[in-house]
């Protein structure tokens, strides 16, 4: 069986690139990574990958807003082929395959109007935008995962504990329209909470204030998801902040860290499709 191909973006600001892949690779996959100027000026074809990543950073600085240059450049930024890289990603959505936005990867996939896309025809519904604190967050956080969340990169996650770091990540939802048909929907699969999984807008529990303490988005089919919290920075027990502590009290706890599993989750799917 042909082994599952990751497509990491990276350039231009994009600062986890590394770390994405790695995640991949761990979940037994394989993973490039690709500067983004050599889609959308070489020509570099993503549809010989299974699944394309949009990692976090700080795409052109934040300028403007957080992702907003990077969405435009690829909005509107004619490839060799004529067509621009958002008809590429709607046709590599098409064809069945998957996308994955963390932290600023998750804020362009909300500005290209990928997530959560209801209408189809990727105009933006929500945004993410300057936390309540007016500051940038960097700590952990706990997340739900909502009852019947229909991405497989979530699949069998009741709560998951991960790092978040951004300055913009509180969602907001312009139009009751719209509000109501993400609930209606189930699209927002994750959510801040607090130790015992209970759903709360409470800071610090809630880093950034987003409405209904949204944390991660997916699409009505569950191929594109994306997320503030970086499951590629939990990929170990080690990169947990007590995971001394953790050891000792819990001799025979698992080595892997909690993000791992999104991408085994992934992995695992894209094989099953397969055979």
């Not at 070489?42 to 807003?65: C, M, Q, R, T, Y």
């Not at 979530?154 to 969602?171: A, F, M, S, T």
């Not at 000792?248 to 094989?271: C, M, T, W, Y």
């Amino acid at each position: 069986m042909k082994k599952v191909h990751a497509l990491v973006i990276t350039g231009f600001g994009i600062n986890c690139e590394e770390e994405m892949a790695a995640a991949y690779r761990l979940a037994g996959a394989e993973a490039s990574i690709v500067h983004l100027n050599d889609i959308l000026v070489e020509g570099f074809s993503i549809h010989d990958f299974d699944v394309l990543n949009f990692p976090g950073g700080f795409s052109f600085g934040d300028d403007i807003a957080s992702g907003r240059v990077l969405a435009n450049k690829i909005k509107f930024k004619k490839l060799p082929s004529g067509k621009t890289f958002i008809e590429e990603i709607r046709e590599f959505i098409s064809a069945g395959k998957y996308v994955l936005g963390v932290c600023n990867g998750f804020q362009v996939l909300v500005k290209l109007g990928l997530l959560p896309d209801l209408s189809g025809d990727a105009v933006q519904q929500v945004t993410l935008t300057r936390n309540d604190s007016s500051k940038f967050e960097d700590r952990w956080c706990h997340c739900t995962v909502a009852s019947g969340a229909k991405t497989p990169f979530l699949k069998n996650i009741d709560k998951i504990y991960l790092p978040v770091r951004h300055g913009e990540g509180k969602l907001m939802i312009s139009e009751e329209s719209v509000r109501s048909q993400i609930v209606n929907n189930n699209l927002a699969v994750m959510a801040y909470c607090d130790a015992s999984g209970r759903i709360t807008d409470e800071y610090p529990l809630n880093p950034n204030g987003s409405e209904m303490s949204i944390a991660g988005l997916c699409n009505r089919t569950g191929q594109v998801f994306g997320l503030m919290p970086h499951p590629e920075a939990f990929l170990t027990l080690y990169n947990h902040p007590d995971w001394g502590r953790l050891r000792r009290d819990n001799p025979g706890i698992s080595e892997d860290g909690e993000g791992l599993q999104i991408f085994k989750n992934i992995v695992a799917h894209i094989e099953s499709e397969e055979r």
